[in-house]
């Protein structure tokens, strides 16, 4: 009788164990562990490619901190030597933008190397002056770029970058003008 019990007990135990644990999708936030990609988010707002984008490249948010989009937004009278001051409204618009997919707060792998490379003291106003930015660029003549005046400065990503509106930074897809395809 008691082998008989054991033997029960033991069936009912695997049977338990191996009794699937589903979950839906609405139990369980995917987007918070999955990466997205090897990029970063391409910036799709039409109010920030607009305002920022008739000056310079509508640049990542996921290439800076938030700490670095709130000091740059809270200094746009002063905003590299230029006045880039917006209305309230847009103002916030692209703020919160800026915040909500910063390098820190993003799950794209790249945003996430540049945030990583970043010191929580730090407050990086150039994506230029990152860490991560640096080695990965620690290579390139500066004859080839800020020298080059189809280039001019390493802060002209769209330049060599051929799909950086696009938010792919992939070296494969490197064109230096003036030099050709950059190859590691």
Same mark, same amino acid.
């Given at each position: 009788?008691?082998?008989?019990?054991?033997?029960?007990s033991?069936?009912?135990?695997?049977?338990?164990? /191996?009794? *699937?644990?589903?979950?839906?999708?609405?139990?369980?936030? +995917?987007?918070?562990?999955?990466?997205? /990609? /090897? !990029?970063?988010? #391409?910036?799709?707002?039409p109010?920030?490619?607009?305002?920022?984008?008739?000056?310079?490249? #509508?640049? *990542?948010?996921?290439?800076?901190?938030?700490?670095? +989009?709130?000091?740059?937004?809270?200094?746009?009278?002063?905003?590299?030597?230029?006045? #880039?001051?917006?209305?309230?409204?847009?103002?916030?618009?692209? /703020?919160?933008?800026?915040?909500?997919?910063?390098?820190?707060?993003s799950?794209?792998?790249?945003?996430?190397?540049?945030?990583?490379?970043?010191?929580?003291?730090?407050? *990086?106003?150039?994506?230029?002056?990152?860490?991560?930015?640096i080695?990965? %660029?620690?290579?390139?003549?500066?004859?080839?770029?800020? !020298?080059?005046?189809?280039?001019?400065?390493?802060?002209?990503?769209?330049?060599?970058?051929l799909? #950086?509106?696009?938010?792919?930074?992939?070296? %494969?897809?490197?064109?230096?003008?003036?030099?050709?395809? +950059?190859?590691?």
């Amino acid at each position: 009788m008691k082998s008989t019990l054991a033997i029960g007990s033991v069936i009912f135990t695997i049977s338990i164990l /191996s009794i *699937p644990v589903v979950w839906s999708d609405s139990d369980f936030d +995917w987007d918070k562990y999955k990466r997205k /990609s /090897s !990029g970063v988010a #391409a910036v799709s707002n039409p109010v920030y490619q607009e305002e920022c984008g008739s000056c310079h490249m #509508a640049y *990542p948010p996921g290439l800076l901190p938030s700490r670095s +989009w709130e000091k740059i937004m809270d200094h746009l009278d002063k905003h590299f030597d230029d006045n #880039a001051e917006l209305d309230p409204q847009t103002h916030q618009t692209i /703020s919160q933008l800026l915040t909500k997919n910063s390098a820190d707060k993003s799950n794209y792998r790249r945003s996430q190397k540049f945030s990583r490379s970043i010191s929580q003291n730090d407050i *990086p106003l150039r994506i230029t002056e990152t860490p991560y930015f640096i080695r990965e %660029h620690n290579e390139i003549p500066k004859r080839m770029v800020s !020298g080059n005046p189809k280039v001019q400065s390493f802060s002209q990503c769209n330049s060599c970058h051929l799909k #950086a509106e696009k938010g792919s930074f992939n070296e %494969h897809n490197i064109n230096i003008p003036g030099y050709g395809r +950059w190859d590691d």
